[in-house]
């Protein structure tokens, strides 16, 4: 595939589809894929709740764990060749990410270097004072969970981060952003796209959603070996996107990597996580994407054509994270001929000993993994040689959770026959709702940290 540069064309690439993605796989991007801008995505639904959590009792941490590791290895590839990096990692507290990238890069000798940061998804404070907002998930008033509520984080569009853009800083920072919106940013930064423009808005955006998750594009999560063969996938290369002016989305992945990128690689992450192929809702627009068509033009080259939209909602989607107790686990495994309905027994033991103990009332979760933890009650026509049973319950309070990884162990040495290789924690429990918020109460705002 041809590198044609200008002013009337860029190359995005997508560095990270997760929090704990690769980061060679970026930097080998960065370092062989002629990028004018590198997209790290890196939250995850339940990722800036648990930030934050970090954040109150750390107030100077909160963003993605992998932030120095990406940035430490990234800066001195990008900035000698002007790759520009836009990446979310700033999670629930993107000021102290935007401090600690500026101090990574004054230690590697780029003092000059500036970041740009994106702030406003944090609506917490504005939910709080909004009377009769509804819970999507469970058609509850908000107030049914707002004693316990930790953080509530807009889904921002593109059109927060062109300021920081505009800026020409090299890293540009986040907190909560829609994943495509991170992509579709450089193309209307660049472009000058209206709003009003909806086959570009479309366009731009698929391509973001392509590229969202990286290796999955080029192979990763498509891979199935003797139906879906994907060479070289220890050395699975990540994807990159040409954009033009005009709108035309043409998908490549860095010479000499692994992996595969074409129609079938395309058609999948497609369907990614879209509810509804007619009416993908986005901060930048409604996408439609059942005319989409792939063209494979050469090997590891695609392009793609027939995104639609309609204009964007006048209300911002609100993850809100809140504590919902404890979680304890305890996991045994079991061998050999009746495996199965040794495991069985352990767990009615656990289940007895707990209710003896007066945690009485308690979320039991029972897998015997092999078996029903994926499908439920779907069960092999032979039972397997070997089994492990997990038991994951919901707890009130710390106390019932660590009884649930005593009783697991004590298994060990009281029976059933066998068990061993335990494993046990005790976790606080994050969940996530959402509810929608009017666009206009949320106010995006930019900061830098940096040499003025």
Known sequence: MTQSKSKNQIRIGGGAGFSGDRIDSAVELAAKGELDYIVLECLAERTVALGNL?????????????????????????????????????????????E???????????PDMQVAVVLGDDVLDIIKNKPGLILLESGKP??????????????????????????????????????PSLFLSPMIHEFNWSYNNYKLLAQG???????????????????????????????????????????????????????RLDVMTCTEQLIYEIHDPSRYITPDCILDVTDIQF????LNCVHVFGARALPRTDTYKVSVGYMRGYMGDGQISYAGPNAVERARLAGEVVAERLKNRGFDHLEIHEDLIGIN????????????????????????DKTAADAVGEEVEALLTNGPAGGGGFFRQTKELV?????????????PTLHTIGKL
Do not use: W
């Open 54 to 98: 970090i954040k109150i009792r750390e107030p100077d941490k909160g963003y993605s764990e992998t932030l120095s590791a990406r940035i430490k290895t990234l800066l001195p590839v990008c900035l000698p060749k002007g790759v520009r990096i836009i990446s979310n990692m700033g999670s629930a507290n993107p000021m102290a990410a935007a």
């Open 100 to 110: 600690k990238s500026y101090e990574i890069a004054r230690e590697l000798g780029f």
């Open 142 to 179: 908000l107030e049914s969970i707002l004693p316990q509520v930790i953080s509530a984080n807009a889904y921002l569009g593109a059109d927060a981060i062109i300021p920081a853009l505009n800026t020409g800083h090299a890293l540009v920072l986040t907190g909560r952003v829609a994943d």
């Open 205 to 259: 955006t698929v391509a973001g959603h392509l590229l969202e998750c990286a290796g999955q594009l080029t192979g990763g999560y498509f891979a199935d070996p003797g139906k879906k063969n994907v060479p070289d996938l220890a050395r699975l290369g990540f994807p990159y996107a040409d954009v033009t002016r005009e709108g035309k989305v043409t998908l490549g992945k860095a010479p000499d990597t692994g992996g």
């Open 295 to 298: 063209k494979l033009n050469s």
């Open 373 to 396: 933890s994926l499908h439920g009650k779907a069960s092999p026509a032979k039972d397997p040689y070997e089994i492990r049973l997990r038991l994951a319950v919901k707890c009130p």
């Open 431 to 443: 969940a996530i709702e959402s509810v929608f918020l009017p666009r206009h109460l949320v106010k």
